[in-house]
């Protein structure tokens, strides 16, 4: 896909986009702004010209393998081992507080 880039903003455009957030500038801060704004978009743009096309996609960086145990249903009651945690156990319940009126 090719676009067209030209990624760049004005002091007007800025000024706008400061009153659309509520914000204020000094004509010192716009100016700042203005330039480290442009400074980012001209690295994206230069991003933009990188050759991807025998790039794979990945949804991460880091080639990891995932430890997955076997999905397989057990009866085994685990309340022995979890009711010491329990603020309140009763009968073999929790009891937690009263949320909803």
Do not use: C, G, W
């Not at 004509?27 to 203005?34: H, R």
């Amino acid at each position: 896909m090719k676009y067209l880039l030209s990624m760049s903003v004005t002091q007007a455009e800025l000024k706008r986009i400061l009153s659309l957030s509520k914000l204020d500038a000094s004509e010192d801060e716009l100016a700042a702004f203005n330039q480290d704004l442009n400074s980012v978009l001209a690295l994206f743009e230069n991003i933009h010209h990188i050759d991807t096309n025998d790039t794979h996609a990945m949804t991460s960086p880091v080639q990891t393998h995932k430890a997955l145990r076997a999905d397989i249903p057990i009866k085994e009651n685990n309340i022995s081992n979890f009711k010491h945690f329990a603020p309140e156990f009763e009968d073999e319940h929790f009891i937690v507080p009263k949320v909803i009126d």
